[in-house]
């Protein structure tokens, strides 16, 4: 069993030496490439206005020609974008001499589909997909089945990636699961159709999110405890707005979507070097048995960092050697115990709920009036001073009231909006944005808040499963918007009301702040239930976690 004292091992190794730098600084960089792939969609899959195409072939005056081209006023919206008046009878009516609206009442033409295609406006962009396989009127559904095909290789890449970080290492993980966003990415530069577009953004899907996770972990893992909060806020989360935020950049310069799709993957590229500059995890490898492996590593950061490592790092260990682990964990270890089970159960229901918020008004502000590269770029804007606060609430605050006083604030925000007279648009706009100010706070602070939780055999396990709940979430988040055509306050309604309960429920999770990582499960804190219970989980002991790991209590 591994000892729960490996921040007090590796204490000389100092707080913020040149190796901590380096491994903060590279791990950071390697997450940009997340906010480009993710949000690409915003512009790659934005359908320009359109209406039906009159053949140059078809000689009909000029007069005919403009009356032909379907009218833009509101109520005929639907009937301008996807159709158009019998092109043979407007052809017979030229043809004879007629003036439309003077001879003929347009409107009283049959309407017929847009049979040769559609004319694009090019103000905006030069090419999406949408322009590119006329992705419009009857096909229109596959623009969001596109986006939903991401995030379902996004919710299997959590599901899958965290099992395996845990089973083979970080490292390895890592930076595969980059080269598969990176590559595949790439590929999708070439796509010959959209159907084979989609497969390629599923597997690209699977990286995005598998490397995010596991960098997460991994800093987590080597930085030293007064160094994590910073990581976990200001570091991952503030690197993915960066790239969210030179998303709506380089679009603006690239108006088609194969150049920008093109320039997205370059830093998926330069990040593969990283490989012979980023450590395993030697508190993972302690974890399997490789002491000695875990110990080198560590030796070298002595020496990065100037100082004397001692000659045995880990002498409760130097006995076993690197003989592997002496238990494989896998996905049914999370629900083994009552215990732990609780605190899997509850913190899957807290990423979902926060991810449904986040996703929600992240997608709603595309609806804003003005610029759409504008809008973009401020939506990005808005997490950078919610990740500052969240800093600061982890360096002083215990976990439980950071995340349900974020959750808490944000939905009840959005609770009030159904209060606001519809006539009042920059006061309800004001709720959303200070709402997901609050949810993008939430969703910083719930990825330590877990990983503090979870011992280092199931880390990633338990990263990708709340992940994966996390990707439900944001699959559902389109229909709660969508529930707002039936009732304007209707979706602010449910999603404040979840997270508030979310809020409420993380309360009875087990407080972290100030503990060290734990090590093995049954070094796990437990949950409110269990201190409720104390005589009962100290007669029976595997009411609270599993025999064969139980230890002395501790409540």
């Known amino acids: ?28 960089f390697s997450i940009i490439p997340n906010g480009f792939t993710g949000l690409s969609m915003v512009f790659m899959g934005d359908t320009p206005a359109h209406h039906c195409l009159i053949p140059a072939a078809l000689n009909i005056t000029d007069e005919w020609r403009n009356a032909s081209i379907p009218l833009e006023e509101e109520e005929d919206s639907r009937l301008s974008k996807c159709s158009r008046p019998r092109v043979d009878i407007i052809k017979n009516y030229s043809d004879i001499g007629l003036l439309p609206w003077v001879d003929v009442n347009v409107s009283n033409i049959p309407r017929e589909a847009c049979l040769d295609g559609w004319v694009y406006d090019k103000g905006t962009y030069i090419s999406t997909i949408v322009t590119e396989w006329d992705l419009v009127c009857s096909d229109d559904w596959r623009v969001p089945l596109t986006t939903s095909l991401f995030f379902s290789g996004v919710l299997t890449g959590s599901f899958i990636s965290g099992q395996i970080a845990d089973r083979f290492g970080r490292k390895i993980v890592l930076f595969v699961t980059m080269a598969i966003q990176t590559v595949f990415t790439f590929i999708q530069v070439f796509s010959p159709s959209w159907l084979i577009f989609c497969l390629l953004f599923f597997i690209a899907g699977m990286g995005q999110i598998s490397n995010y996770l596991t960098a997460f972990a991994l800093g987590m893992e080597i930085l030293s405890p007064s160094i994590r909060d910073i990581y976990s806020t200001l570091g991952v989360c503030l690197f993915f707005s960066i790239g969210y935020m030179m998303l709506p950049l380089a679009a603006y310069f690239l108006r088609d979507w194969r150049m920008l799709l093109l320039a997205l993957t370059i830093p998926g590229f330069f990040c593969m070097p990283l490989w012979w500059f980023i450590p395993e995890s030697p508190r993972w490898l302690l974890s399997q048995g490789r002491v000695k492996e875990a110990e080198e590593i560590l030796r070298k950061a002595a020496k990065m960092n100037g100082v004397k490592a001692p000659d045995v790092i880990f002498p409760q260990h130097q006995a076993r050697g690197n003989t592997g682990s002496l ?16 605190i899997t159960v509850l913190l899957c229901l807290v990423w979902f709920a926060v991810s449904i918020g986040y996703c929600a008004l992240s997608l709603n502000t595309s609806s804003l009036h003005g610029n759409i590269y504008l809008n973009c770029f401020l939506s990005a804007m808005v997490e950078v001073p919610a990740l500052i606060m969240a800093w600061l609430m982890l360096r002083r605050l215990p976990r439980r009231l950071c995340l349900s006083s974020t959750l808490s604030f944000g939905g009840l925000l959005l609770l009030f909006i159904h209060l606001i007279p519809q006539h009042m648009s920059y006061v309800t706009i004001s709720l959303v944005m200070l709402g997901k100010f609050g949810l993008s706070a939430a969703f910083s602070i719930v990825y330590p808040a877990t990983a503090e939780l979870y011992p280092t055999v199931v880390r990633g396990t338990s990263l990708g499963t709340c992940s994966t709940a996390s990707r439900v979430g944001s699959l559902s988040a389109p229909y709660f918007i969508y529930l707002g055509g039936y009732n304007r306050s209707l979706p602010y309604i449910l999603i404040g009301s979840l997270n508030v309960l979310s809020g409420l429920l993380y309360l009875l999770l087990p407080e972290s702040f100030g503990s060290p990582l734990p090590e093995t499960i049954s070094h796990m804190q437990r949950g409110v239930w269990c201190k409720k219970r104390h005589s009962t989980c100290s007669q029976t002991k595997s009411k609270c976690e599993d025999e064969d790991e139980y230890e002395t209590e501790r409540f």
Not at 3 to 28: E, H, I, K, M, N
Not at 335 to 342: A, L, T
């Open 327 to 342: 238990k494989t964990y896998n996905l049914c270890d999370l629900v083994k115990s009552p215990n732990i089970r609780c």
């Open 1 to 28: 069993m591994n000892s729960p004292d490996y921040d007090d091992s590796t204490a000389f190794l100092g707080d913020w030496g040149p190796f901590q730098r380096t491994v903060f600084a590279l791990l950071c």
